[in-house]
């Protein structure tokens, strides 16, 4: 049975009840097909909540990511990323900030769906969940192949090693003595 991962970050609580209530009667009404395993640090999820819906203030999400099947998400670059690493396809509500960027990139490399925050109802988070995880619509192989770059080019590591060459290539050397 797939598990899906609603997770909305650690900033935006003061957004999140209306989407976080919506996503759990969503996937609530999944129940038998899919496990739900829901983020509110908050406290802001009202009411009963479907049995095939975990709720939790706090996961181990890195530790989960190779055991899921899609996240739903704000589109946070470090949720992204992470999902993206273990080929996890995504359902993206961007909220504010870079999130609408990132969401974007998704979508263009095929790797997920966007809802847009403000109208994402439970009809439409469960149907968005739904397409990420038919496998005719490609989103895991898409979200594979993301991950697979991203180990292809070397994680942190490679990073901070291509920045060092980058800054000492562009030094320029100070001039001695006055004019």
Not at 61 to 81: E, F, I, K, M, S
Not at 98 to 112: K, L, N, S, Y
Not at 126 to 140: F, I, N, Q, S
């Amino acid at each position: 049975m797939p598990t899906v991962l609603v997770s909305l970050g650690t900033a935006n609580n003061d957004a999140g009840a209306r989407f976080l209530n919506a996503a759990a009667q969503g996937l609530g009404g999944l129940a038998g097909r899919l496990r739900a395993v829901l983020v509110d640090p908050g406290g802001l999820v009202e009411g009963p909540v479907p049995d095939n819906v975990l709720l939790r203030p706090h996961v181990p999400q890195l530790a989960l990511l190779p055991r899921l099947d899609a996240v739903v998400c704000h589109a946070g670059h470090n949720t992204v990323c992470e999902a993206l690493w273990h080929g996890v396809p995504l359902v993206v509500a961007p909220i504010r900030d870079d999130q609408p960027i990132v969401a974007g990139q998704v979508v263009d490399a095929g790797a997920g769906v966007r809802l847009r925050f403000g109208r994402a109802d439970a009809a439409r988070i469960r149907a968005a969940v739904e397409t990420v995880l038919d496998p005719a619509g490609g989103h895991r192989k898409a979200a594979e192949a993301v991950g697979k770059s991203f180990r292809a080019a070397g994680g942190s590591a490679s990073a901070a090693a291509r920045l060092e060459t980058l800054s000492a290539e562009s030094a320029v050397p100070r001039a001695r003595g006055g004019a």
